[in-house]
């Protein structure tokens, strides 16, 4: 009977003190910050299209030191500079996409990655250009890299993201060849940890 009740008290002793350490979530596991940056087309794309500005706002879970999962909504507006319309059209995107991030398993506090993954965007023609540029969705693959700044509650950072596009018919009538083209950005981060 003692021997039950010296168990029994054992347990309860581990249990009530396992409990709050338990509960305890490591700061840095969950990230949300907001983007914001310039992008423009490459290759034909590249051509047709003007430099503009790229806004987002992404959550990244960290669940070890060097494996990371972002998903997150993104978008950007160019200006077509289309010689052939007087009046150009904006090409404004509006996606989301996941990506797998892998980093030094060292590295907390100044944090470099490389991530890659997919997306889907709709790429809306405003304006003037029905013909030439339609509205479509397409499918990206996303290559980024980037220097992330933890300390306490709060995330910072600098990264570059080049988009493959799978899919660019929102062009069609405008491309020369079918050598493709991608969507390269530079943004800053800015947000809070949990």
């Known amino acids: 009977m003692l021997r039950n009740f010296l168990q029994g008290g054992a347990l309860m002793a581990v249990v009530l003190c396992a409990g709050p350490a338990l509960a305890q979530k ?7 910050f907001l ?10 794309l590249g051509d047709l299209s003007s430099t503009g500005p790229l806004w987002g706002l992404t959550l990244n879970l960290q669940p070890t030191t060097f494996l990371g999962f972002e998903v997150g909504y993104e978008g950007s507006q160019n200006k077509v500079a289309d010689t052939r319309l007087f009046d150009a ?12 991030k892998v ?11 490389a991530g890659v993954g997919l997306g889907l965007s709709y790429v809306d023609v405003r304006g003037a250009g029905a013909g030439l540029y339609d509205s479509d969705l397409m499918e990206e693959i996303p290559l980024a890299v980037g220097l992330e700044f933890n300390t306490g509650g ?4 600098v990264r570059g993201t ?5 899919d660019q018919d929102f062009a069609t ?4 060849d079918d050598a493709g083209g991608g969507l390269m950005d530079a943004s800053l981060t800015l947000g809070a940890r949990f």
Request: charged residues 15%; without cysteine; hydrophobic residues 35%.
């Open 26 to 32: 490591k700061q840095g596991d969950v990230n949300v």
């Open 35 to 44: 983007r914001g940056g310039i992008g423009d087309y490459t290759g034909d």
């Open 89 to 100: 059209p904006s090409l404004v995107r509006n996606g989301g996409s996941a990506l797998v």
């Open 103 to 113: 980093s030094p398993p060292f590295l907390t506090a100044v944090r470099p990655f």
């Open 154 to 157: 709060l995330t910072a950072g």
């Open 162 to 166: 080049y988009r493959v596009l799978i």
């Open 173 to 176: 009538a405008t491309s020369t």
